[in-house]
């Protein structure tokens, strides 16, 4: 696959800014890297699928043995049987509701994409609280605990709020991430309101918190946000599933 390196680049988040916008937009452009990007998902989905099957496999065989050995000691068998299939069903139980989550984590892996505060800092705007900057100089630099340490000096600058809940974001602390990203849709006048709801949106499928990322995805797709077509396209993959 030609378009190996780039797919697994883009899938980690790690194409620089001017590189994930050419890719993006050869994306929508050129049939083969889209086709290989496909295919290379489906081929992930099957690997967990071969987990899968490869764990139940491994259970029915601790269950034939237990039968055997029950037998051998002249135990019921009918206990260890209705044992194992309680845990048989527990496990696919488990699995049914892992799928799920794991769908919108991988969901949130291969459509979040690190921000990048590059063009705020060229910028050099003069009206940006110092700390915002230097919180900015931090984020870019991967420090992402003193890029937060900073931003809560000017927590009610809205750009701040961003950039923290990003921040936020990149150490895994995906509901403090939350908590910023709702505060600037709430105040909903100003430049960030399409991103907030983008990273909120992908904030829940991180946390496997469905309908409320349905809820914002839709809200998304049925507005003229630049995300839009992003998020019709994790919706149609939910309800494919």
């Not at 993006?24 to 290989?36: F, I």
């Not at 931090?138 to 900073?150: I, L, N, P, Q």
């Not at 908590?179 to 309101?193: G, K, M, R, S, T």
């Amino acid at each position: 696959m030609e378009n190996l390196k780039k797919i697994e680049q883009y899938l980690r988040g790690e194409l620089e800014e001017d590189d994930l916008w050419e890719f993006k937009r050869t994306l929508e452009t050129d049939p083969q890297l889209a086709s290989d990007l496909r295919s290379y998902i489906e081929l992930k989905k099957m690997m967990v699928q071969t987990k899968k099957i490869d764990m139940m496999e491994k259970l029915q065989t601790i269950h034939e043995n237990e039968q055997k050995k029950r037998r051998f000691l002249g135990l019921p068998v009918y206990s260890a049987v209705a044992a194992a299939l309680l845990l048989l069903a527990a496990v696919g139980g488990g699995i049914l509701l892992m799928q799920s989550g794991n769908q919108q984590q991988k969901l949130f892996e291969q459509y979040y994409t690190s921000e990048s505060g590059s063009f705020a800092l060229r910028s050099g705007n003069s009206t940006i609280d110092q700390p915002v900057m230097q919180g900015l100089q931090f984020y870019e630099s991967g420090d992402y605990t003193s890029a937060v340490k900073m931003f809560n000096m000017s927590s009610e600058n809205l750009m701040s709020k961003l950039y923290r809940g990003l921040s936020f974001v990149e150490l895994a602390d995906y509901n403090s991430a939350i908590l910023d990203f709702q505060a600037i849709i709430d105040h909903n006048d100003n430049l960030f309101v399409d991103q907030a709801q983008w990273y909120l949106a992908l904030c829940y499928l991180r946390t496997n918190q469905s309908d409320k990322a349905n809820e914002q995805l839709n809200n998304i797709s049925s507005g003229r946000s630049i995300y839009k077509t992003k998020a019709q396209k994790i919706l149609k993959e939910l309800e494919d599933k």
